[in-house]
């Protein structure tokens, strides 16, 4: 059974840069494409970015191109999602997601695997 524990959150300031890590463990992480979305305060959960199996293919976000850029390092079984200059709508509690088959997640109805969260605070 494939687990994925994100971590990185945090509250940081207006303009910060943070990278959150997602890593994979139970299944070779190569087998996933993998995703991150975040849900905001009293908002359904939203689609940030993602990234396909060989790490060839990514999308984003449309109000999030250009500051946001997900990676993969399969040799450590890790996504990441580097986050630039960040604004307070940033704020919210992102989520990994994984699926060995659906492509993209983005628009997927079903995603096969998703991760506890962690929360990114962003201030004024």
């Known amino acids: 059974q494939v687990q994925l524990v994100e971590s990185g959150g945090g509250l940081v300031q207006s303009g910060a840069s943070l990278r959150l890590s997602c890593v994979v463990s139970?299944?070779?992480?190569?087998?996933?494409?993998m995703g991150w979305f975040r849900q905001a305060p009293g908002k359904e959960r939203t689609f940030v970015a993602e990234?396909?199996?060989?790490?060839?293919?990514?999308d984003y976000a449309d109000s999030l191109k250009g500051r946001f850029t997900i990676s993969r390092d399969d040799a450590k079984s890790t996504v990441y999602l580097q986050m630039n200059s960040l604004k307070p709508e940033d704020t919210g509690v992102y989520y990994c997601?994984?699926?060995?088959?659906?492509?993209?997640?983005?628009?997927?109805?079903?995603?096969?695997?998703w991760g506890q969260g962690t929360l990114v605070t962003v201030s004024q």
């Open positions: 997601a994984a699926d060995r088959v659906r492509w993209p997640l983005g628009t997927s109805r079903y995603i096969e695997k």
């Open positions: 990234i396909d199996w060989q790490g060839d293919k990514t």
């Open positions: 139970g299944r070779p992480s190569r087998n996933y494409a």
